[in-house]
């Protein structure tokens, strides 16, 4: 966002609190960017381990981000993949997902993701795909919008491909039947 305002590109945000985003929305996000968010405290040892083992036996890797760790790099940290970068996301995603919890934690992230070009938090981009609050989407909407997060600058959730619909629909069956697991949002819940 910084940059983008340094250099005078437009930045579409609008601040929301996470009870004022359809409770779907945040289970779409956390079913489709890190399944474990409620089980771990802002590393995902096993992922992180096999993308480990990926690496040393020469084999492609791929994301072991949770999203603590994508969280801490969106605020404090740079883009582009770098080991350096990966190191220092490791210590302040523990920190921060001990210090903010799991409900500060996602309503941050929420707020600050990019859902597309210069478009930063979900109330922005579920104003400018769904023209509609993100308390006002509804399941097929939110998981659009979740699946987009890996590369929201090439994905349109109001314009989905067949297999951007696909995915979408999956999303948005274990939304539905996160039920007990999604437990760390829960007001009390730190």
């Known amino acids: 966002m910084v940059a983008r305002f340094v250099s005078g590109e437009t930045v579409e945000r609008e601040w929301v609190s996470l009870d004022k985003i359809n409770p779907v929305l945040v289970h779409s996000v956390m079913m489709s960017e890190d399944a474990k968010f409620c089980a771990h405290h802002g590393i995902d040892y096993a992922a992180l381990n096999q993308v480990i083992d990926d690496a040393l036996e020469g084999e492609k890797t791929r994301g072991a981000s949770t999203l603590s760790m994508q969280t801490v790099k969106n605020l404090y940290l740079w883009h582009g993949r770098s080991y350096f970068r990966k190191i220092l996301e490791l210590p302040l995603a523990l920190l ?7 409900r500060r934690m996602i309503e941050i992230y929420l707020n600050i993701a990019e859902w597309g070009e210069g478009i930063f938090g979900i109330e922005a981009a579920s104003q400018h795909y ?29 314009k989905a491909s067949k297999n951007l619909r696909r995915l979408a629909r999956k999303i ?4 539905y039947q ?6 760390c949002l829960e007001k009390s819940a730190k």
């Open 96 to 102: 921060t997902d001990y210090v903010w919890g799991k």
């Open 130 to 158: 769904f023209k509609r609050s993100s308390q006002n989407l509804n399941a097929r909407q939110s998981a659009l919008l979740a699946v987009t997060l890996p590369n929201p600058k090439s994905r349109n959730a109001a």
């Open 172 to 175: 948005e069956q274990r939304a």
């Open 178 to 183: 996160s039920g007990a697991y999604i437990k």
